[in-house]
T-cell receptor, first 114, second 112 residues
Framework: AQSVAQPEDQVNVAEGNPLTVKCTYS??????LFWYVQYPNRGLQFLLKYITGDNLVKGSYGFEAEFNKSQTSFHLKKPSALVSDSALYFC????????????FGTGTRLKVLA | SQTIHQWPATLVQPVGSPLSLECTVEGTSNPNLYWYRQAAGRGLQLLFY??????ISSEVPQNLSASRPQDRQFILSSKKLLLSDSGFYLC???????????FGNGTRLTVT
């Protein structure tokens, strides 16, 4: 079985400060990991993915994520937060063991304060 | 380019009425298709997924069903809605299991 956990319901950060949104995963086999962002009353938008290779993955809007196999984590980061980054962020896992299931975490609400 | 259409955007239905939500994808062939439900703006619950015409995998036993009558069409149905069926329903597609999902804009269903 595959799953992801997002331990924080909400993260508050001041504009201009670095941000981190946490995600841990549990899979048998190599994970395919993803981050998405959701704005109110909209579908989710893809930010970045880790399939294999470099542990630091760069994505859209200045976001990046660090894959850590020993800690089974895939934290989302951004060096300098913007107020417009305020949204709901989801971590997801798919493809482990050849399954087509695509499982999301519970989401973390990011609030960037001006 | 590929696009996904999901309709209607909002729907208010009485308890016990039937439901049909439709999702179509353009610009790709043989996509993997997914239905999710999101309650109260939080986690996404995987309801159904399909890897081909007529192939439906159900994740949660409930009074909903899904069908894929054509390659790029995915339909979510119910014969009799319950209050607990209220939520934000999202359709999504992708090309393979290491590919990202592409979402429609969702349908907000309120069962009264």
């Amino acid at each position: 079985a595959q799953s992801v956990a997002q331990p924080e319901d909400q993260v508050n950060v001041a504009e201009g400060n670095p941000l981190t949104v946490k995600c841990t995963y549990s899979v048998s086999g190599n994970p395919y990991l993803f981050w998405y962002v959701q704005y109110p009353n909209r579908g989710l938008q893809f930010l970045l993915k880790y399939i294999t290779g470099d542990n630091l993955v760069k994505g859209s809007y200045g976001f990046e994520a660090e894959f850590n196999k020993s800690q089974t984590s895939f934290h989302l980061k951004k060096p300098s937060a913007l107020v417009s980054d305020s949204a709901l962020y989801f971590c997801a896992v798919s493809g482990a063991g050849g399954t087509y299931k695509y499982i999301f975490g519970t989401g973390t609400r990011l609030k960037v304060l001006a | 380019s590929q696009t996904i259409h999901q309709w209607p955007a909002t729907l208010v239905q009485p308890v016990g009425s039937p439901l049909s939500l439709e999702c179509t994808v353009e610009g790709t062939s043989n996509p993997n298709l997914y239905w999710y439900r999101q309650a109260a703006g939080r986690g996404l619950q995987l309801l159904f997924y399909s890897v081909g015409i007529g192939q439906i995998s159900s994740e949660v036993p409930q009074n909903l069903s899904a069908s894929r009558p054509q390659d790029r069409q995915f339909i979510l149905s119910s014969k009799k809605l319950l209050l607990s069926d209220s939520g934000f329903y999202l359709c999504a597609w992708r090309t393979g299991y290491n590919s990202p999902l592409h979402f429609g804009n969702g349908t907000r269903l309120t069962v009264t």
